[in-house]
């Protein structure tokens, strides 16, 4: 069973940083793509970025493109997500996402396993 784990998440001031983690277990995850999306109070589940795990090919949101960057470490089993210069309409909770393939999904909806999502919060 895949399982996905996020940390990394808090709260921080405007113009910060945070790295985002999601440890990932359960499958070999070489045919996966992975992706990272938000949920703010009130809003529907928003795309950020995805990553396919044996290219490492990635796509990002127009909303956070230069700002965002997914990655993933192998030997860890884990995909990142850093944020940079990071803003209140940032605060969301953050989840991450898997799905078997190779299509880099934006639809939340594309992908089967999910984690319990980590909060970050962005203050003024």
């Known amino acids: 069973q895949v399982q996905l784990v996020e940390s990394g998440g808090g709260l921080v001031q405007a113009g910060g940083s945070l790295r985002l983690s999601c440890a990932a277990s359960g499958r070999t995850f070489s045919s996966y793509v992975m992706g990272w999306f938000r949920q703010a109070p009130g809003k529907e589940r928003e795309f950020v970025a995805t990553i396919r795990w044996t290219s490492a090919d990635t796509y990002y949101a127009d909303s956070v493109k230069g700002r965002v960057t997914i990655s993933r470490d192998n030997a860890k089993n884990t995909v990142y997500l850093q944020i940079n210069t990071l803003k209140p309409e940032d605060t969301a909770v953050y989840y991450c996402?898997?799905?078997?393939?190779?299509?880099?999904?934006?639809?939340?909806?594309?992908?089967?396993?999910w984690g319990q999502g980590t909060q970050v919060t962005v203050s003024s």
């Open positions: 996402a898997a799905v078997r393939g190779y299509l880099l999904h934006q639809d939340h909806r594309e992908y089967d396993y």
